[in-house]
């Protein structure tokens, strides 16, 4: 059997927004298995109102389902981690789970939501993604469908498994699949320079240039985060800045700002090559 696109389904030349709903966003980040309902009804909410002018990808992170997990077994480093198979299957069940809230919040608001087990799409080597079936994705799409996928745990050619973020998945499918532009939704307004939560004053910067900004390391997300933080979100965009694929980051807390963001109006952080 053959993995090729089906010709049938729709024909459709709507332009393609990849949207990653960050952990930070949609869970409390240094907490068990806590969901932001209310956030998460919201970003739904917005994301309808722009479904029919465009096609989109939803992936979400792990935030305080997949992280801890993946944390308590070091599960981001593949075999020499000697975790149990059912740590593997733990942390699965915890995105699983996750991965559904999301789905119902989506169905909620009448969005055609179908989730997509990413371990089973996907390989990675050294912790990156490697390959992802982006054609299983486009037929998704051409019947109208909204996919939903997550960072997660992937079999590694190098690792034997490993964690691929959200944010690299997010890019990788953007680049297979000629996106216009990738969404971000984080908990903060966008890049600042500095932690705002630790820095009170720090500043927001409105247009981040990947290619010369020097990055700081310190950037990271807080406890349990397994995939790097903020500085990893920026690694893993220049791909995709640099193909021309418009990249911001938005506040998914504050309500409006994933609709001017899909209106493409000036919000949060830009990220250009
Ligand atoms: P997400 O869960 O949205 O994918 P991360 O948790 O990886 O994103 O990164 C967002 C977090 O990074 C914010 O909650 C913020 O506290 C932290 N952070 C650290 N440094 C910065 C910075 N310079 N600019 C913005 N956020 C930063
Ligand atoms: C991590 O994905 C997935 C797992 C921990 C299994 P992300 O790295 O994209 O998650 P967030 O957005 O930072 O929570």
Redesign the pocket.
Known sequence: MRWNQRKEGLSDNRPLTII?L????ITV?GSYFALRKDALSGISEEIKDFFNERRMIIVH?G?SFGHPVAALYSLQKGRSSNAPSMALSDVEDAMARLNRSIVEALRAVGLPAFPVQTAAVSRAEEGQLQAINSAFFSELLSWGLLPVCYGSLVFDNAMGYSIVS??NISVALALQLKASSII?????D????????AYPE?KLIRVYHALSSSL?DD????VH?VTG??AN?IRSVVPAVSAGIEVRIVNGLKRGQVSSALKGEDVGTKVVA
């Open positions: 990653k960050g952990g930070s966003a980040k992170g935030g959200g944010d971000f939704i984080s908990d903060v966008g890049i600042y320079d500095r932690d705002p939560k720090a700081n950037w990271v997300a807080g985060d933080g903020i979100k």
